[in-house]
């Protein structure tokens, strides 16, 4: 079942723990960095912002980090992107990565959106290229892709 629409919160004295405790699958673990170390980076790196991903009724269902400055290659990047075991596959990931895109969108200097993602990611690699992402390198293990703004 799709959901119509989620929405950012910041991550806070409030509600950091249960982002922490969000849980992927044991065979998606090593996709990506787990909350707490995204949390300590964006404490050390300002310009990544980390967002707690909510449903309407109120659910965290999942974790977002991207960076609203440039980094120190100039690049913009959707950095992080996890959605709890529980809530997969219910439209909340595409609908994150909208809404990202939508933000970054709107900062004058940003002209694209780069991520990487594991090659066998399969879920990942169909969401990315189904929202316009293109693969054009590869680093280390990791495929890369960018979304130009038009
Ligand atoms: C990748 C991830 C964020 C997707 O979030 P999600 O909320 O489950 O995804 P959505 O429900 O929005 O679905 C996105 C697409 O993936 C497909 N999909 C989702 N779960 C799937 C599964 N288990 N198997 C196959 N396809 C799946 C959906 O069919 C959908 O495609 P469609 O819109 O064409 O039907 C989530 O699977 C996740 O957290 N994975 C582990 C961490 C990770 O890999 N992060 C990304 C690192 S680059």
Redesign the pocket.
């Known amino acids: 079942m799709?959901e119509s629409t989620i929405e950012f919160r910041e991550v806070n004295k409030t509600n950091w723990i249960e982002c922490i405790q969000l849980e992927?699958?044991d065979n998606?673990t090593g996709?990506?960095s787990s909350n707490l170390f995204s949390l300590a980076q964006s404490k050390f790196e300002p310009c990544r912002k980390p967002f707690a991903i909510y449903n309407m009724s109120a659910q965290m269902v999942?974790f977002i980090m991207f960076n609203d400055c440039p980094l120190d290659d100039g690049s913009y990047r959707i950095s992080?992107?996890?959605?709890d075991k529980r809530?997969?596959?219910?439209?909340?990931?595409?609908?994150?990565v909208q809404e990202a895109i939508n933000r970054l969108r709107q900062i004058p200097d940003c002209v694209e959106i780069l991520?990487?993602?594991?090659p066998e990611?399969?879920?990942?690699a169909?969401?990315?290229t189904?929202l316009g992402f293109v693969v054009f390198d590869q680093r280390q293990h990791n495929l890369v892709a960018k979304l130009v703004l038009l």
């Open positions: 799709s992927l699958e998606q996709f990506v999942g992080r992107l996890m959605i809530y997969q596959g219910r439209g909340y990931g595409r609908l994150a991520l990487d993602f594991a990611n399969d879920v990942a169909k969401l990315w189904s």
